[in-house]
């Protein structure tokens, strides 16, 4: 028998800690609706779950630095609301869907502390022009930083393979739907005009007129990219299968399966080691270890991230009347949460090595 364990029970201790170093959460905030008004809260808010990527007051880091009058001048209110509640899919930036409305407020507050917006105006007209003639302008002004595909680098979500060690900052993936659903054509249009100063971001109203700017906007509009991937919902983080063979004989045929997968098998490790003294360690709960060195290093360079869910573990447990489960992750159900398809196609294969071993096992 498969059971999918359900929420919050079912997330092993690696992809909770994965869960908050990702988001920046407790498990105490996702349940925190708590109205929030003041700019002090704000700051505290944005400190808990913004700083790690944007560094205290908003100064940079793997994030943009919000904080320069450049960046935090170019984004309207409405801009920054959207961007907090839908992230960036696939990308560093991720939707905070756990936040109250007056959470995100009392955000955006704060972060007009550092300045008001420059835009003259800020409308949702929509650029009408030539997709075809902004291609061109687009390959001979913006493609070195923002991909050739806008996606901000050739694979990836940013971490380590976006950007040259020189540059302070990641370009954006101007594909991105969350970038594109954030920002209106007019504030597109005044970031390429007037750049950001102290970023990598040049300003082009000296170079570009004010109509093959048009023609750039109408071919970024054009190349918006739609995710196939589904975000997680309650969908369990954890399998567990019910052995039909001892612990014992269950241990040696996951074993022997997983070699003949041509996975390489670490030294088995008891559940409990490390937590407990040796002589207290149940020797009846073990974790098999094992990898395939190709699919590791395919996953990594799509999202380094995961490498805390590496490397492949099935845990044996024997319960007190006798019953043998075998545990892994839902590697699938943990791919969600990067909303990234790359990662998913690179988890799928994972998660089927993991159903053809457990369906040899059971057989």
Same mark, same amino acid.
């Given at each position: 028998?498969?059971?999918?364990?359900?929420?919050?029970?079912?997330?092993? *201790?690696?992809?909770?800690?994965?869960?908050? *170093?990702?988001?920046?959460i407790s498990t105490s905030t996702l349940a925190d609706t708590t109205p929030v008004n003041s700019t002090q809260e704000g700051e505290l808010l944005f400190k808990k779950h913004c700083t790690s990527c944007h560094g205290i007051n908003g100064t940079g880091s793997i994030g943009l630095p919000l904080s320069k009058p450049s960046v935090i001048q170019s984004m309207t209110n409405d801009y920054i609301h959207k961007t907090i509640r839908s992230g960036r899919p696939g990308r560093l930036m991720p939707a905070f869907s756990q936040l109250s409305d007056d959470d995100v407020e009392a955000i955006t507050q704060f972060m007009r502390t550092w300045g008001e917006v420059k835009l003259i105006t800020d409308t949702a !007209?929509?650029?009408?022009?030539?997709?075809?003639?902004?291609?061109?302008?687009?390959?001979?002004?913006?493609q070195q930083c923002h991909g050739k595909q806008l996606q901000g680098s050739d694979e990836g979500t940013g971490?380590?393979?976006?950007? !040259?060690?020189?540059?302070?900052?990641?370009?954006?993936?101007l594909n991105n739907p969350g970038f594109?659903?954030?920002?209106?054509?007019?504030?597109?249009?005044?970031?390429?005009?007037?750049g950001r100063e102290g970023t990598p971001m040049l300003a082009y109203k000296e170079r570009l007129s004010h109509t093959?700017?048009?023609?750039?906007?109408?071919?970024?509009?054009?190349?918006?990219?739609t995710l196939a991937t589904p975000k997680t919902g309650n969908e369990s983080f954890t399998i567990i299968v019910d052995s039909p063979h001892s612990f014992d004989e269950t241990v040696k045929l996951i074993q022997e399966t997983v070699r003949s997968h041509n996975f390489r098998v670490f030294p088995n490790r008891f559940l409990e080691q490390g937590l407990t003294d040796e002589f207290s360690v149940n020797k009846r709960q073990i974790i098999i270890r094992f990898c395939n060195f190709n699919k590791l290093y395919a996953a990594l360079k799509i999202e380094p991230r995961i490498g805390t869910l590496l490397p492949c573990k099935i845990t044996i447990v024997e319960n007190e009347d006798g019953s043998v489960q075998m545990v892994y992750t839902h590697v699938e159900a943990v791919s969600k949460i990067f909303n990234n398809d790359?990662?998913? !196609?690179a988890f799928k294969e994972i998660e089927e090595s993991y159903s053809d071993i457990i369906d040899e096992v059971t057989l």
């Open positions: 028998m498969i059971t999918k364990l359900p929420l919050p029970f079912s997330i092993p *201790l690696s992809a909770l800690v994965l869960v908050t *170093l990702i988001f920046g !007209e929509t650029v009408i022009a030539d997709p075809a003639k902004g291609k061109l302008l687009y390959t001979a002004h913006c971490v380590t393979f976006s950007r !040259e060690r020189k540059l302070a900052i990641m370009a954006p993936a594109q659903d954030a920002i209106s054509d007019h504030a597109l249009l005044h970031i390429i005009q007037q093959d700017t048009h023609h750039l906007i109408s071919y970024i509009r054009s190349q918006k990219r790359l990662l998913a !196609e």
